[in-house]
């Protein structure tokens, strides 16, 4: 922060202004275009944002000052224009503005790059973070419309003109509810609590002994068993299906002939069995680079003061590779959570899993409570990446590889 | 714990030499080690492999001819294509037996799809004359019911078959209804067949031991009290027409020889239809050469027909041949496939490289908040992505309501972002992004910035430094991620499903379509193998470039 004070401020009159400028007449040229008048909304937005720039700059106006002043003023334009909707985009706008105002102002687009780099450079320094910026909203962005379209109080998959003004009206809980009160979604989500946890047990128990076998100094063949035991990752989602189509049918029936066991039950185990198997090369994968860093004095010292070696693995080496093991059966969590191709093939009607419901509920027809479900989903989501996260830094505490 | 002895080897504190000691540990810990892996291999191999090698086997496997028609089939062989001609009389008598009895047991349809996928037509023609094989037999039961009324009954029937012998024939119709259906067919019939009938009226017997099994095991019934089906009588009159037959039932004493013997006095009131005109009259396509020439392909049990059909060609008697232009789909998906996932990679390679690198060199807190927004969409469901990208993407999408809002495009031609293959483009870039960002970002966490200010501190401009010694040491990343990618992209069925629409389809969708639609389960199969050994490739390539060791997961 000391050398940013001294960073030399741009003159204000030939860089600042114009800058400042050239982004609100492309900001008002955009605007203009949306009234059918773009070359008039580019005149004011040009002359709008040089006055503004040289206001600011001219009179020193502290930096919070001066951006609540213009993204109020802007707000105020936008709702002459536009009601409620318009002021908040006004308000976006002029925050924006003042922003890049003070960015350039403040000589604070300069702080991230060496003081001996030319303005072309740092041109390009900031635009290729600009594109950086752009990915990271291509990523993010899409996931915000369901979000917010999932509160429509219409049963449209668009935005209602109620919704752009921020009308209560446009907005109501309706898909939710249906999303909790109706049998439609409730059972396969019913399923898909009943499958993804048997599914994630089986793989992460198998998984876990076999990396650990894996993981020891003199195993026949480990090449060999471990492109097997990955297989399920990279054979395409499509092809196992396929192949377990023809594979658990048969196996189905004979299981309802032979064993007497009902159909249901054997759908569940059919798809449980499938998915489980997916979820295994994420045990095996995260659990065998936990087992990287593990010190294999440990388990010696253990034996050495007289445990077995089923004590030894619960109570020295189990605690330190939890981490891994934890994150590895969260991704065979959401892999069962999450597949779709192979409970299509697989399973029949009684074992519709939420992913499969939503699959047809897209493919046929269109819902908003789809989109209620997407948003459960993503809190969903975001709940297992906090975990993931947090185990991983903990894990990576444990082996003495603390970030800086 | 060791001691020297005399000879000068060492041993261990038991007395064993050392030697054998150590080899001794080294394969119980060989042992354990297998013992904690042998669970999950069995558990893979059983549950993965074994149904990846079903696919591999269905991919090549065809007895639905020969098991549906195995004695047509079998004069088949002798039957020259080139003739041009349909084949003879003895192939329409054996084809009339054999369909009569997968009618009964409902198999034939299956035959006629089966067929339908080489020959276009032959499925109705096994279904329509699926429903008249009975008329066919019943030229010869009125008569043969008129002449002898006994032979009406049951009763008679199965007095006249019995008798003792080594029932060897209803064994061997059993061998032939167990691989029709696919069941054992175990089980007691509940007759001994006269060897002398069996002798004397061949094909009598054989249809009346089809009868009996399926009469008997598949629908439980006491096959003394039922009534033979009309193939039984049809093979009666068949069987009537040689002389040395009619002297043999002329010379015969068993029980209800007289029955018979009136038959053969009453002759000249036996139809002396031909099952070639017969068939001919259900559907003149059983006439066409074409239809005999496609069933002769695909009699041998084992066939490369779908592969062949996989790759739009189509099996002719000796060699393969390109389909017609207008039936080539696959290579043109296959090329679409490959080109599609081509693009996605690229479109990844080129908006995940500057992320990826932004992250490897920002300072870890600021680094580890932005990865969240990479990992927050590789966390989230891959349905929640898709109808995210429904959502924009559709006509009256939020893309297009902007941009008309906007003034930029107009209403009435709004921009086609979906069920095309932009859409699948754009939003299989999306979701298969992180993908390429994580192992690029792993890679390039690695490469020390101080090679890149000591080449600039050498003179290079930035571009140069970047082009001649940054770039070249992240090249593995973007190996490593673009053959994940590939891999991903070329095998992707839900995305393309619902934003594809017909020309964003990939391979993935036709074969969801064989086994789900069409049923052509075999054709499945085959462009599955196909597929497979693709990625095997690829597999093996990212095998020697990155290992499959050091694949990572979530950064």
């Not at chain 1, 002359?47 to 609540?68: D, K």
């Not at chain 1, 789809?370 to 505490?397: D, K, P, W, Y």
């Not at chain 2, 064994?171 to 691989?179: D, Y």
Request: with cysteine.
């Amino acid at each position: 922060m000391a050398i940013l004070a001294q960073a030399p401020r741009p003159k204000l009159m030939t860089f600042t202004a114009p800058c400042t400028a050239a982004l609100a007449a492309a900001i008002a040229f955009v605007v203009g275009n949306a009234f059918g008048t773009p070359l008039v909304g580019l005149a004011i937005g040009a002359v709008f944002g040089f006055i503004l720039a040289a206001l600011l700059g001219q009179f020193a106006v502290p930096r919070t000052m001066g951006r609540t002043a213009t993204i109020a003023f802007v707000a105020v334009a936008g709702f002459s224009v536009g009601a409620l909707g318009g002021a908040v985009a006004g308000a976006l706008l002029g925050a924006v503005i003042s922003w890049f105002f003070y960015w350039l102002h403040t000589g604070a687009y300069r702080r991230a790059v060496p003081v001996y780099y030319t303005a072309a450079q740092t041109l390009w320094y900031n635009t290729f973070l600009f594109i950086c910026g752009l990915v990271f909203f291509f990523l993010i962005a899409p996931l915000l419309p369901v979000i917010w379209l999932s509160f429509n109080a219409q049963d449209f998959f668009t935005f209602t003109p109620e919704m752009l003004s921020f009308d209560p009206a446009g907005y109501s809980l309706k898909h939710y509810r249906d999303f909790l009160g109706t049998d439609e979604w409730m059972v396969p989500l019913k399923n898909s609590l009943i499958i993804a946890p048997i599914a994630t047990l089986i793989s992460v128990t198998l998984g876990t002994l076999a990396a650990i076998g894996l993981s020891q100094s003199h195993v026949p063949f480990r090449q060999a068993i471990m492109a097997i035991m990955i297989s399920p990752m990279i054979v395409p989602l499509i092809i196992s299906a396929t192949g377990m189509f023809f594979f658990y049918a048969p196996l189905g029936n004979w299981l309802e002939a032979n064993l007497g066991l009902n159909q249901s039950f054997v759908g569940y185990v059919k798809v449980i069995l499938a998915h489980s198997v997916l979820g295994v090369p994420f045990v095996i994968i995260t659990v065998t680079a936990t087992l990287v860093g593990f010190d294999n004095s440990l388990t010696r010292a253990a034996a050495n003061m007289g445990a077995n070696p089923v004590t030894t693995f619960f109570r020295v080496q189990m605690p330190l590779i939890l981490p891994g093991v934890i994150s590895g059966g969260l991704f065979a969590f959401i892999t069962s959570f999450d597949e779709v191709v192979v409970v299509l093939f697989v399973g029949s009607a009684q074992q519709q899993t939420l992913p499969w419901q939503m699959f047809t509920g897209l493919r046929e027809q269109i819902s908003p409570t789809i989109l209620a479900a997407a948003t459960i989903l993503v809190t969903f989501s975001i709940l297992l990446l906090t975990t993931v996260e947090l185990l991983r830094r903990r894990s990576e505490r444990l082996r003495g590889l603390s970030p800086s | 714990m060791s001691d020297m002895t005399s000879s000068g080897q060492m041993l261990a504190a038991d007395g064993t030499p050392l030697k054998t000691s150590l080899a001794r540990a080294l394969r119980r810990q060989k042992l354990r080690a297998l013992a904690l892996i042998a669970p999950l291999l069995l558990f893979v191999v059983i549950t993965f492999i074994v149904p990846i090698a079903t696919m591999l086997f269905r991919s090549v496997e065809n007895q639905i001819v020969s098991s549906t028609m195995p004695q047509a089939v079998e004069l088949l062989q002798q039957w020259d294509s080139a003739t041009g001609v349909a084949p003879d009389e003895a192939v329409y008598q054996a084809l009339y037996f054999d369909l009569f009895k997968a009618a009964e047991a409902k198999e034939h349809t299956k035959l006629g799809t089966r067929l339908n996928y080489e020959q276009t037509g032959t499925s109705s023609l096994f279904r329509t004359s699926g429903r008249k094989l009975d008329d066919v037999g019943e030229l010869w039961q009125d008569p043969i019911e008129d002449i002898a009324p006994a032979l009406k009954d049951g009763e008679t029937w199965f007095a006249m078959m019995s008798g003792t012998g080594s029932n060897t024939v209803l064994e061997e119709r059993r061998a032939l209804w167990a691989s029709l259906v696919e069941e054992p067919f175990a089980g007691d019939v509940g007759i001994t067949i006269s060897d002398e009938i069996a002798q004397m009226l061949p094909l009598t017997t054989a249809a009346y031991a089809d009868w009996a099994i399926y009469e008997a095991i598949e629908d439980g019934k006491d096959i003394s009290k039922r009534d033979p089906w009309e193939a039984v009588y049809a093979g009666l009159g068949l069987d009537l027409r040689s002389d040395a037959t009619v002297r043999a039932v002329n010379a015969y004493t068993g029980p209800h020889a007289a029955d018979l013997q009136l038959l053969t006095a009453n002759l000249d009131q036996m139809p002396n239809t031909m099952f070639k005109d017969a068939f001919a009259e259900m559907d003149e396509d059983w006439l066409d050469p074409e239809v005999w020439e496609a069933i002769k392909i695909y009699s041998p049990n084992y066939t490369s027909g779908y592969f062949l059909n996989a790759v739009d060609m189509k099996k002719g008697v000796e060699t393969a041949e390109m389909r017609p232009e207008n039936q080539q789909i696959y290579i043109t998906l296959f090329k679409r496939t490959l080109w599609m996932s081509l693009v996605i990679t690229a479109s990844c390679i080129i908006l995940g490289y500057p992320v990826a690198w932004l992250l490897a060199n920002l300072p870890m807190r600021t680094a580890n908040v932005l990865m969240i927004l990479v990992l927050l969409p590789f966390w989230t469901s891959l349905l929640v992505r898709t109808s995210a990208w429904k959502v924009l993407l559709q006509q009256q999408g939020v893309i297009n309501e902007i941009l008309v809002w906007l003034g930029f495009v107009d209403d009435a031609n709004r921009l086609i972002l979906m069920n095309n293959a932009t859409g699948t483009v754009i939003a299989m870039t999306h979701i298969l992004m992180p993908f390429m960002i994580l192992p690029l970002y792993s890679v390039m966490k690695t490469i020390p910035p101080s090679y890149l200010r000591a080449a600039k501190s050498l003179g290079a401009t930035n571009f140069t430094a970047f082009r001649r010694v940054y770039f070249p040491q992240s090249v593995p990343g973007i190996g490593a991620g673009s053959i994940l990618v590939f891999i991903l992209a070329i095998g992707y069925y839900i995305t393309p499903e619902i934003v594809g629409g017909t020309d964003g389809v990939l391979i993935s969708n036709r074969i969801a379509y064989h086994i789900s639609s069409s049923l052509n389960w075999g054709l499945a199969a085959a462009l599955g193998s196909i597929l497979l050994a693709l990625v095997m490739v690829l597999y093996w390539l990212y095998d020697r470039i990155v290992g499959i060791d050091n694949v990572k997961l979530g950064g």
